[in-house]
């Protein structure tokens, strides 16, 4: 009895001390604990994590134990822990700081350090440019020629233009049928729209990672699409080869385009300054469940 009286005691006296600010700091630690348990649920992360439980318990153990080699062995994992995790998390770490630089607070913070991109002439080069990438698609699509055009946005995609060929030209339809005519040598490759202009075509995207729900018979184009929205913001027309269908792809959403006049609007949407940015995300409700998300994703997805 005495202890359970003591105990409230201190509860009480904790209570008349608490402020404000405990109780903002109390939901700031709940959400990163909340952030952290999500990323190690939804990555491999959580196999790794299982890994170094185990290598604790050896530890433990070889301690208890008293065994010298062993126990001097792991210490060394233990010391260097923070380091060893930051290694093995990198791919990780990298994709959620991204994920945290693409959000909308963030963009509203930078967007004194943003280059502007309201003035009339760069706003002409990006409509010309869709009014190109539209016809060309267009073009594409009843002869049956693939193509893989990426738009660049917030997320600057250099690694990804190193891995091709610089260009930097204004783009037009001949030079993309040139690009993607089947005996070019940069045809299997993307090509990277910058500000409007072609910055670079034959360059390799990477191949969906997060995706699980992938149709079995998508193309290499569209699993390459996939994963360069997944990796960015970045915006990719694909026209398939095989049946000369268009798709948009956008954070990781892949959605086929009924005609020219969809995706006009659809890529305008989403590129132009002067129009209110939306992701095809609307098309796919963040509520859906697993189930639901992989019919969804099966309607929505060929090859």
């Known amino acids: 009895m005495g202890m359970i009286l003591s105990w409230f005691r201190s509860l009480f006296s904790v209570i008349k001390t608490f402020e404000l600010k405990d109780a903002v700091d109390i939901l700031c630690v709940t959400f990163i604990i909340y952030i952290l348990i999500k990323f190690i649920r939804d990555t491999k992360a959580v196999q790794l994590m299982k890994g170094a439980i185990m290598l604790m318990v050896v530890y433990v153990l070889a301690s208890f134990f008293n065994l010298t080699m062993l126990s001097a062995l792991l210490r060394m994992f233990v010391e260097f822990g923070v380091l060893i995790i930051l290694i093995i998390f990198q791919p990780e770490i990298r994709n959620g700081l991204e994920k945290l630089g693409r959000n909308n607070l963030s963009q509203k913070i930078g967007i004194g350090i943003s280059k502007s991109y309201n003035d009339d002439e760069t706003l002409a080069i990006q409509r010309k440019c869709i009014s190109d990438v539209v016809a060309i698609s267009q073009s594409f699509s009843q002869k049956k020629v693939g193509a893989l055009i990426v738009f660049e946005q917030e997320t600057k995609l250099g690694e990804i233009i190193a891995?091709?060929?610089?260009?930097?030209?204004?783009?037009?339809?001949?030079?993309?049928?040139?690009l993607f005519f089947n005996k070019a040598p940069l045809h299997d490759g993307a090509v990277i729209i910058r500000e409007g202009r072609i910055c670079s075509a034959g360059c390799i995207l990477p191949l969906t990672r997060k995706n699980s729900d992938v149709d079995a018979d998508l193309g290499t184009r569209h699993r390459a699409a996939l994963g360069m929205s997944e990796d960015s913001d970045a915006v990719v027309v694909v026209v398939s080869e095989e049946?000369?269908?268009?798709?948009?792809?956008?954070?990781?959403?892949?959605?086929?385009?009924?005609?020219?006049?969809?995706?006009?609007?659809?890529l305008e949407n989403l590129i132009l300054p002067d129009n209110s940015k939306t992701d095809l995300t609307s098309y796919f409700p963040s509520f859906l469940s697993r189930k639901d998300k992989k019919s969804e994703n099966k309607k929505n997805k060929e090859f």
């Open 243 to 266: 049946t000369g269908s268009i798709s948009l792809v956008h954070k990781g959403y892949l959605k086929k385009m009924q005609d020219s006049d969809e995706l006009r609007e659809r």
């Open 163 to 178: 891995t091709g060929t610089l260009l930097d030209a204004l783009p037009s339809v001949s030079l993309f049928g040139n």
